[in-house]
């Protein structure tokens, strides 16, 4: 294209000159009028070029992170439904329920199930399910184990548990060294305590409150946690 507009701007330019239209000097300033046009052309031209191959840049990213978050997505999916399935009978018989949240998985259990009544220490009928939670959790090595101890908002106030704060953190240190104990390295868990500050039922009937009393078991994946965390020196 560029070098058809040069032979054009050319023979009429020359054509011009030679039918005595014009002199030589205004030839020549002609001659670099069009040259610079020229010039300037293909200047657009190359920034075309680039424009386009950077959108071709572009579109293969996203084409790549496309694809990447629909195999996450799937990972999820069956990782999903092999701990439900891992967890079919605790799941029946109501001693646990399992949810999936965008990139996590959470086992939540009701606490009767794991300790009495204003204590810490795991009941025999707890450490029988978590066994078992714990075997269904280790082949997830990409995943950070986060456990929560939740309370409902009767005040607690004893020697050992001034507020349902300590209660809480205390309940869930007690299910982290358990799985620790089965076989999950310590390394991949985190234990922390919600108190009453995070209910899922109103805490004005014994109903609610009995829901709001739980331990949440979430597996998060690490880059989230790494993403969300101080970086490692």
């Given at each position: 294209?560029?070098?058809?507009?040069?032979?054009?701007?050319?023979?009429?330019?020359?054509a011009?000159?030679?039918?005595?239209?014009?002199s030589?000097?205004?030839?020549?300033?002609?001659?670099?009028?069009?040259n610079?046009?020229?010039?300037?052309?293909?200047?657009?031209?190359?920034?075309?070029?680039?424009q386009?191959?950077?959108?071709?840049?572009?579109?293969?990213?996203?084409?790549?992170?496309?694809?990447?978050?629909?195999?996450?997505s799937?990972?999820?999916?069956?990782?999903?439904d092999?701990?439900?399935?891992?967890?079919?009978?605790?799941v029946?018989r109501?001693?646990?329920?399992v949810?999936?949240?965008?990139?996590?998985?959470?086992v939540?259990?009701?606490?009767?199930?794991f300790?009495?009544?204003?204590?810490?220490?795991?009941?025999d009928t707890?450490?029988?399910?978590?066994k078992?939670?714990?075997e269904?959790?280790?082949?997830?090595?990409d995943?950070?184990i986060?456990?929560?101890g939740h309370?409902?908002?009767?005040?607690?106030?004893?020697k050992?548990?001034?507020?349902?704060?300590e209660l809480?953190?205390?309940r869930?240190?007690?299910?982290?060294?358990?799985l620790?104990?089965?076989g999950?390295p310590p390394?991949?868990?985190?234990a922390?305590?919600?108190?009453?500050?995070?209910?899922?039922?109103?805490?004005?009937?014994?109903?609610?409150r009995?829901?709001?009393?739980?331990?949440?078991i979430?597996?998060?994946?690490?880059?989230?946690?790494?993403?969300?965390?101080p970086?490692?020196?």
């Amino acid at each position: 294209m560029n070098r058809r507009i040069l032979q054009v701007a050319s023979v009429a330019i020359a054509a011009a000159f030679m039918a005595g239209c014009v002199s030589k000097g205004d030839y020549e300033k002609l001659e670099a009028d069009k040259n610079g046009e020229i010039a300037a052309l293909k200047k657009d031209k190359t920034g075309l070029e680039q424009q386009q191959a950077e959108s071709r840049k572009q579109i293969e990213a996203l084409e790549q992170q496309k694809a990447q978050l629909l195999a996450v997505s799937q990972q999820n999916q069956t990782q999903y439904d092999s701990l439900v399935r891992n967890l079919t009978e605790e799941v029946k018989r109501g001693e646990l329920q399992v949810r999936q949240y965008k990139d996590m998985l959470t086992v939540d259990v009701a606490e009767q199930l794991f300790f009495d009544s204003g204590r810490a220490d795991l009941k025999d009928t707890g450490k029988s399910v978590l066994k078992k939670v714990g075997e269904a959790l280790k082949g997830y090595e990409d995943k950070v184990i986060r456990v929560v101890g939740h309370t409902d908002n009767v005040p607690i106030k004893t020697k050992v548990f001034p507020s349902n704060w300590e209660l809480s953190v205390a309940r869930a240190t007690t299910v982290v060294r358990y799985l620790q104990e089965v076989g999950i390295p310590p390394e991949r868990m985190v234990a922390s305590g919600r108190a009453e500050y995070q209910p899922v039922a109103e805490n004005d009937t014994p109903e609610g409150r009995k829901k709001n009393r739980r331990i949440e078991i979430t597996l998060i994946d690490k880059n989230l946690v790494q993403e969300a965390g101080p970086g490692r020196k």
